[in-house]
C-alpha cells in the first residue's frame, strides 16, 4: 500500500536487538552504485475529477486511488491565507495502470480534508480526515471497500492528529506527541469495529513519535520531552516494541541518530533523513549525529546511508516505498545493497507545484493534482518501477 505525501510509509521494528551500536561505529560508506534510471514518467488520461489539491490517496489492488481534497484557490508560497471558505469534496476516483483507465468511485460519506491519514488493512482502506475546528468537514474515521463500490462510516480514534499504521489485521492510531497532553494510543478491530486503548509505553514523556508494524511487533520510536531539546545534548531518537497482542511493551538500547520516520523495506529499518546536526554553535554537541541511518534488527548493526545521486527530484521531500526500495532524499535506495536507483527529473518543469497527491505503490509512483502559483490543477503522471 501506498500513502500521500503526508503520511510515511510503513514504518519499522528493532527487534530485540542484541545492542544497537553507534553510527559512527558502523560499517563504513562505500561508494554508492547507481543502476541505471528506470524509464519515464508517463501523463495520465483525464480523471473524472476536478482541478484540486491536498487530495487524499493510497494504492489497493493494483490501482491508485484519490478521495476528497480542495478547490479553494492556492496560497501563494509565503503567504498567509484566510481557511478555505468551502468544505472539501467527497468524490474520488481510481486509476488503474493495467488498463490506462480512470472510474469514478463512491462518494464518501462526509468530506475529505484537513487531517489525513489513509492506510489499507485487507482489501479496505481506512480515512481518518477532518477537522476540529470546521463544522463543514468533522473529524471522520471511514472505510471504503472496493469490490461494493462502497462506504462505511466508524468510530473515530479520540485522539489529535493520530498516526495510522496497519498492524496485521488491525490499525493502530499513535498519538503524535505529550507536548500539550498525554498522547494515548489505541487499536481498532475491523471485526467488532471498536477501539482498545494501548497500554502505555515505556519512553516517557516524549515528541516525534512514530509507530510500525513488522510482521508480528509494533515499534515506537521518539525522542524525550525535555524542556529545551537539544539544549542539553542530541535529542537522539529512542526505541521500544510492543507484542503482537498489543499488551506487553519492551524498551530498547537508544540509536545514535536524531532524525525519525523509519521505513521498514527489505529487511531493513531505514531512517531516510540525510544530513547531520551538531547542535549549533551554542549548544554544541561536540560532534555530528547523523539524521538517517539503515539499521539491520537481525543483528542490531547500524549503517551511515550513502550520499543519494546529486540534482533535484519530482520526489523531494515524499516518505514511501516501490517494492524494495525506498526514497531517501527524492531518490530510491536499495538498503541491503545500498544501490541507488535515480528517480526522472520533473515531467512538469522546474516551476513551482505544491499539494499533490503522491502515492507510492509495489510497482511505480502516482502523482496528481496539487497547485501552481496560480491554480488548482487536475493533471496527473505515473511512474513505473
Known amino acids: 500500500m501506498g500513502v500521500t505525501r503526508r503520511a510515511a510509509a510503513a ?18 560508506a562505500e561508494a554508492p ?6 524509464g519515464a514518467w508517463s501523463r495520465l488520461p483525464p480523471s473524472p475529477l476536478s482541478a484540486r489539491h491536498e487530495a487524499a490517496g ?25 481557511a478555505p471558505a468551502r468544505p472539501p469534496h467527497r468524490d474520488g476516483a481510481a486509476f488503474d495502470p493495467a488498463t490506462g483507465r480512470w472510474r469514478a468511485i463512491a462518494p464518501a460519506p462526509t468530506p475529505v480534508g484537513g487531517v489525513l491519514q489513509m492506510t489499507v488493512v485487507g482489501q479496505r482502506l481506512y ?13 471522520s474515521f471511514l472505510s471504503y471497500d472496493p469490490g461494493a463500490d462502497a462506504w462505511s462510516t466508524l468510530p473515530a480514534p479520540q485522539l489529535a492528529d493520530p498516526q495510522l499504521v496497519a498492524a496485521g489485521t488491525k490499525i493502530v492510531a499513535v498519538g503524535c506527541s505529550d507536548e ?13 469495529e471498536r477501539w482498545r486503548r494501548l497500554p502505555d509505553d515505556p519512553l516517557g514523556p516524549s515528541y516525534g513519535r512514530s509507530a510500525a508494524w513488522l510482521g508480528d511487533q509494533l515499534l515506537l520510536t521518539a525522542s524525550d520531552l525535555v524542556p529545551s531539546p537539544g539544549a542539553d545534548g542530541p535529542p537522539l531518537t529512542r526505541l ?3 507484542d503482537d497482542g ?22 531493513r529499518v531505514v531512517f531516510p533523513m540525510t544530513g547531520s546536526e551538531d547542535g549549533g554553535t551554542i549548544g554544541t554537541w561536540g560532534r555530528h549525529h547523523a539524521n538517517g541511518a539503515i539499521l539491520d534488527p537481525a543483528t542490531g548493526t547500524w549503517t551511515s546511508l550513502p550520499e543519494p545521486p546529486e540534482g533535484r527530484s519530482a ?20 538498503p541491503r545493497t545500498r544501490t541507488w536507483t535515480r528517480v526522472p527529473a520533473a515531467p512538469w518543469g522546474q516551476g513551482y507545484r505544491t499539494s499533490q497527491t503522491i502515492v507510492t505503490g509495489p510497482d511505480g509512483v502516482f502523482v496528481w493534482g496539487g497547485s501552481d502559483e496560480a491554480d488548482n490543477l487536475a493533471e496527473g503522471y505515473l511512474l513505473p518501477l
Open 11 to 28: 514504518l519499522v521494528a528493532c527487534v530485540l536487538l542484541p545492542g544497537c551500536g553507534s553510527v559512527a561505529d558502523a560499517l563504513p
Open 180 to 192: 500539550q497532553e498525554a498522547a494515548v494510543d489505541a487499536v481498532f478491530d475491523p471485526v467488532t
Open 315 to 334: 520526489l523531494d521531500g515524499v516518505i514511501g516505498s516501490v517494492g524494495d526500495r525506498t526514497l531517501v532524499g527524492g531518490q530510491l535506495l536499495q
Open 240 to 242: 521500544a516494541v510492543l
Open 58 to 82: 493510497a494504492s489497493l489492488g493494483g490501482r491508485f486511488y484519490v478521495v476528497g481534497g480542495w478547490s479553494d484557490p492556492p496560497c501563494p508560497p509565503a503567504a498567509s491565507c484566510a
Open 246 to 267: 498489543l499488551t506487553d511493551w519492551t524498551l530498547l538500547p537508544d540509536s545514535d541518530i536524531v532524525g525519525g520516520h523509519p521505513t521498514w523495506v527489505a529487511d
Open 127 to 139: 480515512v481518518l480526515t477532518g477537522s476540529l475546528d470546521r463544522a463543514d468537514s468533522p473529524v
Open 33 to 38: 552504485v547507481f543502476p541505471a534510471g528506470v
